[in-house]
T-cell receptor
Framework: DTGVSQDPRHKITKRGQNVTFRCDPISEHNRLYWYRQTLGQGPEFLTYFQNEAQLEKSRLLSDRFSAERPKGSFSTLEIQRTEQGDSAMYLC?????????????FGPGTRLTVT | RKEVEQDPGPFNVPEGATVAFNCTYSNSASQSFFWYRQDCRKEPKLLMSVYSSGNEDGRFTAQLNRASQYISLLIRDSKLSDSATYLCVVRVAYSGAGSYQLTFGKGTKLSVIP
């Protein structure tokens, strides 16, 4: 399977704990995105990388959230001191390097439950 | 006002029917337009991009009206497998052509019944 992969697929954590999610984009896609989706809503943009540079961040991305893509390949999203409101599906997407390509391809997501 | 608005449905239609979904967007700086489909508890999958001249892909036809800031999706000859939530998506050029973030509507739920 050469699609976007995410790990873990499910995570249950207690409030106050830190969690980290990983995303592996489609091979040779240089753009990588993180979104969050809650029940009944569409995905909401969190942040975007072009290669290793983080170029856009949403106001939704509080100080407790940090994302990295150190070598321009896989990315990690860390949430510190989780809160119950962080419970959501965290989706990663990637898109190819062609300048005019704005289509994004999503991974299966990591479902986070904060108890 | 939400940036992308859709009728949440549900639309319950018999197999073989034609169904149309509409979507409006509020930001006139929107530059790219898409329809994604999302099955229950799965990731969104790109259905089609929407071009100014309108475009068709098999049983699916998408239209864009920039003046009215309106996008539509028409599904002909509905199949049971078309049952899903259809997400209207726009890309707003917040900073010239360099913005890549997508803005999603809440989705319209379609159930095709035998």
């Amino acid at each position: 399977d050469t699609g976007v992969s995410q790990d873990p697929r499910h995570k249950i954590t207690k409030r106050g704990q830190n969690v980290t999610f990983r995303c592996d984009p489609i091979s040779e896609h240089n753009r990588l995105y993180w979104y969050r989706q809650t029940l009944g809503q569409g995905p909401e943009f969190l942040t975007y990388f072009q290669n290793e540079a983080q170029l856009e961040k949403s106001r939704l991305l509080s100080d407790r959230f940090s994302a990295e893509r150190p070598k321009g390949s896989f990315s990690t999203l860390e949430i510190q001191r989780t809160e119950q409101g962080d419970s959501a599906m965290y989706l990663c997407a990637s898109s190819p390097r062609e300048r005019a390509s704005y289509e994004q391809y999503f991974g299966p997501g990591t479902r986070l439950t904060v108890t | 006002r939400k940036e992308v608005e859709q009728d949440p449905g549900p639309f319950n239609v018999p197999e073989g029917a034609t169904v149309a979904f509409n979507c409006t967007y509020s930001n006139s700086a929107s530059q790219s337009f898409f329809w994604y489909r999302q099955d229950c508890r799965k990731e969104p999958k790109l259905l089609m991009s929407v071009y100014s001249s309108g475009n068709e892909d098999g049983r699916f036809t998408a239209q864009l009206n920039r003046a009215s800031q309106y996008i539509s999706l028409l599904i002909r000859d509905s199949k049971l497998s078309d049952s899903a939530t259809y997400l209207c998506v726009v890309r707003v050029a917040y900073s010239g052509a360099g913005s890549y973030q997508l803005t999603f509507g809440k989705g319209t739920k379609l159930s095709v019944i035998p």
